[in-house]
């Protein structure tokens, strides 16, 4: 069985810094691009960051590049996004994602149950 | 950056009723696009891939159609279970990104 169970979320003050983790298990997750979705306080989805199977292609909202990193530990089946310089803005149940991939279902087809950021004084 | 527009906002049917909804890209996608739904406190579920395939485990009352910048979703005959929000998202272009969701609610 797939599962996908994020950890790390918290309170934090603008300015400060979190770092999301995905704990992966049920499928080979080195051969899974993965995804990091959030969804702020009742709004819609909106996309974070992607990574490739292997770690060398990542991809970033433009609401988040340059100050979150996404990575992962195939050895580990870990993936992570550190969130640095956070905002009001950035607060919201963010959500990692497998990506079924061009040969599969080619869209986010498992997701985990979420964790929460949020980001006030 | 492709922004998709989801209509209705909200769509209120009887348990019974067709639901049509429909997703409209601001430049085409060809068929690269899901759709999703959520329901209040769950994650996303996947529906449909690549704009017509069923998910697997997905009911055959959900069917999507569609090519270029026009998409829709259609559930034939809404079961109790259905009443949540649907999201659809483009798998086209970098960055990818997602409708603001059509609300299906009970009347």
């Known amino acids: 069985e797939v599962q996908l169970v994020e950890s790390g979320g918290g309170s934090v003050q603008p300015g400060g810094s979190l770092r999301l983790s995905c704990a992966a298990s049920g499928f080979s997750f080195s051969s899974y691009a993965m995804h990091w979705v959030r969804q702020g306080p009742g709004k819609g989805l909106e996309f974070v960051s992607a990574i490739s199977s292997d770690g060398g292609r990542r991809q970033y909202a433009s609401s988040v590049k340059g100050r979150f990193t996404i990575s992962r530990d195939n050895s580990e089946n870990t993936l992570s996004l550190q969130m640095d310089s956070l905002r009001p803005e950035d607060m919201a149940v963010y959500y990692c994602?497998?990506?079924?991939?061009?040969?599969?279902?080619?869209?986010?087809?498992?997701w985990g149950q979420g964790t929460l950021v949020a980001v006030s004084t | 950056e492709i922004v998709l527009t989801q209509s209705p906002a909200t769509l209120s049917l009887s348990p019974g009723e067709r639901a049509t909804l429909s997703c409209r890209a601001s430049q085409s996608v060809s068929s690269s696009l899901a759709w999703y739904q959520q329901k209040p406190g769950q994650a996303p579920r996947l529906l449909i891939y690549?704009?017509?395939s069923r998910a697997t485990g997905i009911p055959t009352r959900f069917s999507g159609s569609g090519s270029g910048t026009d998409f829709t979703l259609t559930i034939s005959s809404l079961e109790p279970e259905d009443f949540a929000v649907y999201y659809c998202?483009?798998?086209?272009?970098?960055?990818?990104?997602f409708g603001g969701g059509t609300k299906v609610e009970i009347k």
């Open positions: 690549y704009a017509s």
């Open positions: 994602a497998r990506y079924g991939g061009d040969s599969g279902e080619s869209a986010l087809d498992f």
């Open positions: 998202q483009q798998i086209s272009n970098w960055p990818l990104t």
